[in-house]
T-cell receptor
Framework: DAKTTQPPSMDCAEGRAANLPCNHS???????VYWYRQIHSQGPQYIIH???NNETNEMASLIITEDRKSSTLILPHATLRDTAVYYC???????????FGKGTLLTVNP | DTAVSQTPKYLVTQMGNDKSIKCEQN?????MYWYKQDSKKFLKIMFS???????INETVPNRFSPKSPDKAHLNLHINSLELGDSAVYFC?????????????FGSGTRLTVV
């Protein structure tokens, strides 16, 4: 699986958009970009995934650069409950494991 | 209906004891996993099972023995518990070879060895 690089921490004001970057410059053509988050003491939660195109669901938007070397997860209106560690993972689905890095601790402030 | 359920949620036990954690998924997925998250919060894969067959064993001590009686269940038995086994253990499931390969995690079992 491609290695990903994320900032260790970020802050965001409540109600503002949170933009979480991820670098995956060695991603291969069949690897998806996944975003998960882990709210304190809970199991990781799937947020969104994409291959080439930008994606949006009820939780977030995912913007993938044209060369696929980086992506940005956007939480359009962050709330206090969005405070969590966010993991960006590049995975092709065939390794029988999802490898987590250290992620980005997003703190949403009132 | 919880998609991936683990029991118990908390487990406190003495060193040297043997304990089991159970996991069940009702998503029809063909692959199940055990992850360990230690005090440093790093999530590490321990085992993965595909259709009841062990696929990955990430250099886990053989005191840890997973068992998958069927595709929907993956249990973890731990013998001779040590202080270093204290961690949160997460079960997960996914459907391999079928995009989008998303994983669903359970809520975790917090194991404390005293």
């Amino acid at each position: 699986d491609a290695k990903t690089t994320q900032p260790p921490s970020m802050d965001c004001a409540e109600g503002r958009a949170a933009n979480l970057p991820c670098n995956h410059s060695t991603i291969s053509g069949n690897e998806y970009v996944y975003w998960y988050r882990q709210i304190h003491s809970q199991g990781p939660q799937y947020i969104i995934h994409g291959l080439k195109n930008n994606e949006t669901n009820e939780m977030a938007s995912l913007i993938i650069t044209e060369d696929r070397k980086s992506s940005t997860l956007i939480l359009p209106h962050a709330t206090l409950r969005d405070t969590a560690v966010y993991y960006c993972i590049a995975d092709g689905g065939s390794n029988y494991k999802l490898t987590f890095g250290k992620g980005t601790l997003l703190t949403v402030n009132p | 209906d919880t998609a991936v359920s683990q029991t118990p949620k908390y487990l406190v036990t003495q060193m040297g004891n043997d304990k089991s954690i159970k996991c069940e998924q009702n998503l029809g997925h063909d692959t199940m996993y055990w992850y360990k998250q230690d005090s440093k919060k790093f999530l590490k894969i321990m085992f993965s099972y595909n259709n009841k067959e062990l696929i990955i064993n990430e250099t886990v001590p053989n005191r840890f023995s997973p068992k998958s009686p069927d595709k929907a269940h993956l249990n973890l038995h731990i013998n001779s518990l040590e202080l270093g086994d204290s961690a949160v253990y997460f079960c997960a499931s996914s459907q391999v070879w079928q995009p989008p390969y998303g994983y669903t995690f359970g809520s975790g079992t917090r194991l404390t060895v005293v």
